[in-house]
């Protein structure tokens, strides 16, 4: 399978933690560039978090100091952890992996921040 798969969302209430993964095949996992996504009911996709070759990680201030983006090459998987969760954060969670003209998506994984 060359698309990776997302798991790990779920309902969570404020303030809360959650841990996504995205398993993907060894071959899938040697492309440099990594990131999570999340795209919000009636908005556009935006990133929020990534990951190059050399292993510099990107956020955006939405979510810096909350969010920590980790690639473990050991298991071809890449996580997300999301820490003090808000009700904002509610979107689904999508994984890109890229480079050497190469660009897959997952599917998604739903996390909701609710009370």
């Known amino acids: 399978q060359v698309q990776p798969v997302e798991s790990g969302g779920g309902l969570v209430q404020p303030g809360g933690s959650l841990r996504l993964s995205c398993i993907a095949s060894?071959?899938?996992?040697?492309?440099?560039?990594m990131a999570w996504y999340r795209q919000a009911p009636g908005k556009q996709r935006g990133l929020v978090a990534a990951i190059n070759g050399d292993d510099t990680t990107y956020y955006p201030d939405s979510v810096k100091g909350r969010f920590t983006i980790i690639r473990d090459k050991t298991k071809n998987t890449l996580y997300l952890q999301m820490n003090e969760l808000k009700p904002e954060d509610t979107a689904v969670y999508y994984c890109?992996?890229?480079?050497?003209?190469?660009?897959?998506w997952g599917k998604g994984t739903l996390v909701t921040v609710s009370s």
């Open positions: 060894e071959t899938t996992f040697t492309l440099p560039a």
């Open positions: 890109n992996m890229r480079g050497h003209g190469m660009d897959y």
